[in-house]
């Protein structure tokens, strides 16, 4: 049978050892995940108990491609709760996970061919959804010297050098897996310089709430010509809901209205219901962010001790990106081997930069304590 190209896209490998993890486990082995960014934590009482009332009294059915009403009034009202901004509810997409948001906004924004800018290491999905629209992926290294992060200056280098202009510019902060808050500042230099060189900038803030050093910015207190992706997933605890949102500039919502009717039609109307629950269960969500900032703490000081440095800020998300180069030289091997002999998975950095990722690991620390504090026992010990 024949294949398109793009059907070859790069395995989010993340995702395959998570399979591989969750084989082991229904074979009886004792696996910690430390792999997939995946809360341990349920989702909000509130939230449960509003999709239980829905359950009990409501036809679940379509809503309107960009969402129910009573949940883009929620996320606007929250971005003045939180960062006092104030966002028409009409600029609001709600969509699949913020991976459709991905899809939605990659697919109104660029043409085959354009080039999009993300960081190394980065977010592999960004690259693999790129790849599978034929959109090139322009990888911009990030490191102590920029500050894990973007800046005006690295993207006008890699234009330079490439003698291209760039299409688009994709930032997450927090990020995966580096833990990079970036700062306001950069922020705005960032959405300046996009803006005044007709460069579509997305900010993907799917780790807001779990920012453990420094402040947290959206860039809708910047600009309103971003394109803001965010999601229910990380500090709402709620990934298998497959709700997300966007923020759009206004002449964007009927080009994304018109692709997510035919690419979706709508968001899980159960997860709706429930999501809008979401935002008065902050007091629990915040005790959930303070676990993790216990397990931070914690990896931040066992995995050096193990041989396996820290690589990045870790000032945000849920990720401790280390150093294994002491052990290997080839860390999806090295994935493989700790989860068949040590029931530890984690993801290879290879999945994060395909550059220099066969000396990192990347370990999600959203599980519990105890498993944490077990999982680096075990690796201390096969190390040894
Ligand atoms: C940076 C980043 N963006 C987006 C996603 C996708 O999340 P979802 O589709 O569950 O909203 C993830 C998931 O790990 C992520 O790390």
């Given at each position: 049978?024949?294949?398109s190209?793009?059907s070859?896209?790069?395995?989010?490998?993340?995702?395959?050892?998570?399979?591989?993890?969750?084989?082991?486990?229904?074979?009886?082995h004792?696996?910690?995940?430390?792999?997939?960014?995946?809360?341990?934590?349920?989702?909000?009482?509130?939230?449960?108990?509003?999709?239980?009332?829905?359950?009990?009294?409501?036809?679940?059915?379509?809503?309107?491609?960009?969402g129910?009403?009573?949940?883009?009034?929620?996320?606007?009202d929250?971005?003045?709760?939180?960062?006092?901004?104030?966002?028409?509810?009409?600029?609001?997409?709600?969509?699949?996970?913020?991976?459709?948001?991905?899809?939605?906004?990659?697919?109104?924004?660029?043409?085959?061919?354009?080039?999009?800018?993300?960081?190394?290491?980065?977010?592999?999905?960004?690259?693999?959804?790129?790849a599978?629209?034929?959109i090139?992926?322009?990888?911009?290294e990030?490191?102590?010297?920029?500050?894990?992060?973007?800046?005006?200056?690295?993207?006008?280098?890699?234009?330079?050098?490439?003698?291209?202009?760039?299409?688009?510019?994709?930032?997450?902060?927090?990020?995966?897996?580096?833990?990079?808050?970036?700062?306001?500042?950069?922020?705005?230099?960032?959405?300046?310089?996009?803006?005044?060189?007709?460069?579509?900038?997305?900010?993907?803030?799917?780790?807001?709430?779990?920012?453990?050093?420094?402040?947290?910015?959206?860039?809708?207190?910047?600009?309103?010509q971003?394109?803001?992706?965010?999601?229910?997933?990380?500090?709402?605890c709620?990934?298998?809901?497959?709700?997300?949102?966007?923020?759009?500039?206004?002449?964007?919502?009927?080009?994304?209205?018109?692709v997510?009717q035919?690419?979706?039609?709508s968001?899980?109307?159960?997860?709706?219901?429930?999501?809008?629950?979401?935002?008065?269960?902050?007091?629990?969500?915040?005790?959930?962010?303070?676990?993790?900032?216990?397990?931070?703490?914690?990896?931040?000081?066992?995995?050096?001790?193990?041989?396996?440095?820290?690589?990045?800020?870790?000032?945000?998300?849920?990720?401790?990106?280390?150093?294994?180069?002491?052990?290997?030289?080839?860390?999806?091997?090295?994935?493989?081997?700790?989860?068949?002999?040590?029931?530890?998975?984690?993801?290879?950095?290879f999945?994060?930069?395909?550059?220099?990722?066969h000396?990192?690991?990347r370990?999600?620390?959203?599980?519990?304590?105890?498993?944490m504090?077990?999982?680096?026992?075990?690796?201390g010990?096969?190390?040894?």
């Amino acid at each position: 049978m024949k294949f398109s190209r793009r059907s070859a896209v790069e395995p989010f490998h993340a995702m395959d050892v998570l399979a591989e993890a969750t084989r082991r486990r229904s074979a009886g082995h004792p696996v910690i995940s430390m792999a997939v960014g995946q809360p341990v934590h349920p989702a909000p009482q509130a939230v449960l108990a509003a999709a239980r009332t829905a359950l009990e009294h409501g036809r679940i059915g379509y809503t309107d491609a960009l969402g129910l009403q009573a949940l883009r009034q929620a996320i606007a009202d929250d971005y003045r709760t939180r960062h006092g901004v104030s966002v028409d509810p009409g600029r609001i997409a709600v969509t699949t996970g913020s991976s459709a948001g991905f899809n939605l906004a990659f697919l109104v924004l660029f043409d085959p061919g354009d080039r999009v800018a993300i960081a190394r290491p980065g977010y592999p999905a960004y690259r693999n959804i790129l790849a599978a629209l034929g959109i090139e992926t322009v990888e911009i290294e990030v490191s102590a010297e920029n500050g894990f992060t973007l800046t005006p200056e690295s993207l006008e280098k890699a234009q330079s050098e490439s003698g291209k202009k760039l299409d688009g510019v994709l930032l997450a902060s927090p990020a995966n897996p580096t833990g990079t808050v970036t700062g306001r500042d950069n922020l705005k230099a960032l959405a300046d310089y996009c803006t005044a060189n007709g460069i579509a900038f997305i900010s993907d803030e799917i780790y807001h709430g779990l920012t453990f050093v420094g402040q947290e910015t959206t860039a809708l207190e910047l600009t309103d010509q971003a394109v803001v992706i965010n999601s229910f997933s990380k500090y709402y605890c709620m990934t298998g809901w497959r709700i997300g949102w966007m923020v759009l500039p206004e002449e964007l919502v009927r080009p994304i209205e018109r692709v997510a009717q035919s690419l979706y039609i709508s968001a899980p109307e159960l997860s709706q219901i429930a999501a809008a629950a979401a935002f008065g269960a902050t007091e629990e969500l915040d005790r959930y962010r303070d676990a993790y900032r216990r397990n931070r703490d914690m990896l931040a000081r066992r995995l050096p001790e193990l041989g396996l440095s820290i690589a990045s800020p870790m000032d945000g998300a849920f990720y401790a990106y280390a150093d294994v180069s002491r052990f290997t030289n080839d860390s999806m091997a090295f994935a493989r081997k700790m989860l068949a002999e040590i029931n530890v998975a984690a993801t290879p950095g290879f999945d994060f930069d395909p550059i220099e990722g066969h000396r990192t690991m990347r370990f999600s620390y959203a599980g519990s304590y105890d498993d944490m504090v077990e999982a680096m026992d075990r690796i201390g010990a096969w190390l040894e």
